[in-house]
């Protein structure tokens, strides 16, 4: 409790993670308040149940209890105090829903697709980040989200902003980030098997840098072999796919490279570059034998780009 009034004050605390959106501050004091205020409550109700079962015991077998028909200042009191509490909560309660529910007229909007199981981001120039959603420090950042299959949910503790993520329709939220940094994103709707690992990241930087990052000019010097790897992880395929050689919900991706897959319709056909972009991208088409039509498509979903990378990354696990 200590430590949350801390937290509320705007200090760093043990317990709460650290209020890193211009909004945390204002939510954590309303927080704390509802917190006390129940806190106080339970305990005047449970201190009183204590004296009275102490202070109204069967002294004798024949003492009878005062019969009481009414005290107004008790029943004022027990009214009029619970009332102003509620109409505080409430009004400022509104007030923070307000705040956190409009966005500032300046704010840049970033498209959010949920899918089981991972976050794809897309910003104004087209530009896509899987998994990790870059943001600039110090001005207002809208998000506009939806998902291809099932409820998900938005939230980023240190931000102190959640909201459903639905299919066929879309949903918003808008934070300021104070501080460049990282900061954790969770699922928080239960959406299937992998939900816990619907994770991805904010990475706050520098107007500056969100601008270079955007407009593609941070180049990347990786390989297509350790690009396929970071989109590998970052796009989730390893919740279903090993490179260890265990199967998971799908096949290993180790020394699949070259095997003569059998299908469940009895075609088969040689593991080749051809096979695996239509593995991808018309996953839906073959299923391999022994394994079930889960895979999501990601026709649409991955950059060709990406599909390379994938691919020179699961030849490259051959031996
Ligand atoms: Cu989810």
Redesign the pocket.
Known sequence: MLSLLLTSLGHASTFMPPQASTIAPAVDRLYAFLLIISVLASILVIAGMLYFIFKYRRKSETEKSAYITHNHLAEFLWSFIPLVLFIVAFVWGWKVYHDLRFAPENAYEIFVR?Q??SWEFEYQNGHKSPAELYVPVGRPVKLLMTSSDVI??FFIPSFRVKQDVLPGRYSSIWFEVKEPGEYQIF?T?Y?GLQ?SS?LAKVVAVPQKDFDMWVSGKAVSNLSPEEQGHKTYIARNCNSCHSIDGSAVVGPTFKGNFGLTRQFEDGGSAVVDENYLRESILDSQKHIVKGYTKVMPTYEGVLEDKEVEALIAFIKSLKN
């Open positions: 949920g089981q199981w998900h949910s699922c709707e959406c939900h619907m």
